[in-house]
């Protein structure tokens, strides 16, 4: 079993330990780099004065780590994965190749001031945990996808003829699936002195308020979620987090919508009354003529991709096709393919299949000369089936549909 899972990172101590070591120094450098960078071009201590945030804003790209074309599509301040670039890689998206959406930009945070902070009515004895308590506390090892709420969006526009939605226009790139390692959130919220009468927590980033008037990125959970399955993590596939995935510490919330494992992890309000943030009010609901009344979203739907660029050329002849499908609700039980609208053939699935994550699949194609679409449709172990086409919403979530993907053939 372990052979045939190669992929997987091993969470090692002493490994980790060595590479925080390398992460505080290399942060160290970074600070005095932006200081030097800053007088090299002429605004120095008047700069400085103004705060560290400001002389970051001034010196840090958006996203910190190197996202070349053949792995990554720039949209905005995100960058999402080409699939055609996960061929070959296993079972986990390696970190260099997951995707980063970010509101604004990624926070380079100083380890020697950082804390995370827990507060509020919920909780008896508020906390503020330097990131060294974190790592000493029992840690666990889950393999989940993160999904952004918003992947495949575009094909609202381009496969069902809808209005553009905003919001950033993703193919399927916008999911990884690694292993993460951290914290139960109930561990820490227990030593904060959680109350029974708790009903909601708030976690919040330190990377910039979006605007003035929505702030941090903040987005509430009830308790119930909270004390189930999430982490605070602070390694992803064996190594520390990198700084776009959320250094030092952010939290994994196994099967939720993306935004709601929020990075760069500041602050976790815990209270006895619901709490509310525009990221469970005016955004990630389902808004529209045919959703008149939408609750938070929480968990996505089914969907899959082919690992083959968008769109495609192939030559003529025999091709073994792959790609991965994913639920929120479980493992995968079957994947069909079908090309050009003809029967469905079943597609051969890869033994390793966790819920919450994915299973790769394969399907041999003979393809003939000419233009051709190929379809691929997953179904998990609860029936929940991907549909021919996903009802609107006028922010863009949870396409699920078959995703037409035109392949040509010379
Ligand atoms: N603090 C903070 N957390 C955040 C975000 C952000 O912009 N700021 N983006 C969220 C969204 S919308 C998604 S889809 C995921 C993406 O995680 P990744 O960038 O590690 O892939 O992070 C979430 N957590
Ligand atoms: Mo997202």
Redo the contacts with the bound molecule.
Sequence with gaps: MTSEWKDEATYDRDRLERAIARERAAHRISRREALRSLAAIGLGAAAFAGGARFAFAQTTPTIVKPTPPEIFRVLGT?RETLWEALKGTGYLTPSSH???????RTPLLDLATYRLRIHGTGVRRPLALRYEDVLAMRSVTRTKA??????ARSYFVTQQGEPQTPGTQWRLG?I?VAQWTGVPLGDILDRAGLRRTAVDVLP????DP?NATDG????PLSIEKALDDVLVVHSMNGDPLPE???FPL??LVPGW?????????GRIEVSETPLFSAWNTTQYRLFGDAHPDSPPLTTQGVKSAFELPYAATLTPGWHLLTGRSWSAHGRIRKVEVRFDGGRWWPAVLDRRNEPQAWVRWSIPWNARTGAHVLEARATDQRGNTQPATTTYNTLGYLFDAVVRHSVTVA
């Design positions: 995100n997951f995707f980063v959406r970010n509101h604004t993160i999904e952004c709420a918003g992947n916008a990884g919040e980033g330190l990377d979006i941090r990125v903040r987005r776009d995935h959320g952010r939290l919508i993306g935004v709601a494992n929020i990075k760069w992890l």
